[in-house]
């Protein structure tokens, strides 16, 4: 499986597996994304509400996360991929 983020200018795709910080260009500034234990959550973000932050982990497909402010959004993928591939 993968995690799939999708911001204004990027799309990225990161195999579950491989832990590891991921620094999202969002609208309004940078989202981090952390990879740790087959689960992906936002660590960091300068939106006022926090509440991608507050989301917490998703490791299965059907959840998204959602940064409004900075139009990101993240969900898990079912998705066999190599590590550091950028679409």
Request: proline share 7%; net charge positive.
């Amino acid at each position: 499986m993968a995690v799939e983020i999708v911001s204004p200018s990027e799309k990225i795709v990161q195999p579950l597996r491989k832990n590891q910080l991921i620094v999202v260009h969002g609208l309004t500034g940078n989202v981090i994304v952390q990879i740790k234990n087959k689960e992906a959550k936002i660590l960091s973000s300068n939106c006022p509400d926090q509440v991608c932050i507050k989301s917490g982990s998703i490791s299965n497909p059907g959840p998204m996360i959602v940064c409004a402010p900075n139009k990101v959004m993240m969900r898990i993928i079912n998705k066999r991929i190599k590590s550091n591939t950028t679409y």
